[in-house]
C-alpha cells in the first residue's frame, strides 16, 4: 500500500472526512504528531474511557473488563510472559509431522536413487556380456 497513490488517497479522503463529520469524539492526534513523532501524547486512561463509553456493540460486562483494565491496570505476571514469548508456537505434534514428511521425501529419493543405480550397472553388465559373447565368436571364427 506504501507504493499505491491510488489507495493512499483514498484514505487520506477518509480519515479527513471522518474528522470532519466528527472530530470531537474522543481523543484525535494531530497530524504528524503518530506514536513515533516527538510531539506524540499518550491519550489520558478518561480520554481512553470516553472513547470506550462511545463504542456501539460491546456488552456491559465487556465495559466493566476495559475500565477495570485502564484504570487499575494490573502488572504482567510470570504466566503472561511465558505465554507470550516461552513457547516458539509449534507444537512436537508438528515437528513430528514434519520429520516424517522429510524422511518419506528421502526414501522416495533413495528408492529412484537404487532403481537407477540398479538399472545402470544392469546396463554395464549386458554391455560386458555382449562384448564377450563378440571376442568369443571372434575367437572361434579365427580358429
Known sequence: ???????????????????????????????????????????SADEIWKMVESMEGISDEERAELRESIFNP?????????????????????????FVMITLILLVFALFGYKLYKSLTEKELKKQEKLKSKQQKKAKKSN
Open 1 to 43: 500500500m506504501a507504493e499505491d497513490p491510488i489507495n493512499q488517497q483514498a484514505f487520506a479522503d477518509d480519515v479527513a472526512a471522518a474528522a470532519a463529520a466528527g472530530g470531537d469524539q474522543g481523543f484525535v492526534a494531530p497530524p504528524g504528531a503518530g506514536p513515533g513523532s516527538p510531539d506524540f501524547k499518550m491519550p
Open 74 to 98: 494490573k502488572p504482567p505476571s510470570p504466566e503472561d510472559f511465558m505465554r507470550q514469548y516461552g513457547h516458539p508456537g509449534h507444537s512436537s505434534r508438528e515437528y513430528i509431522v514434519f
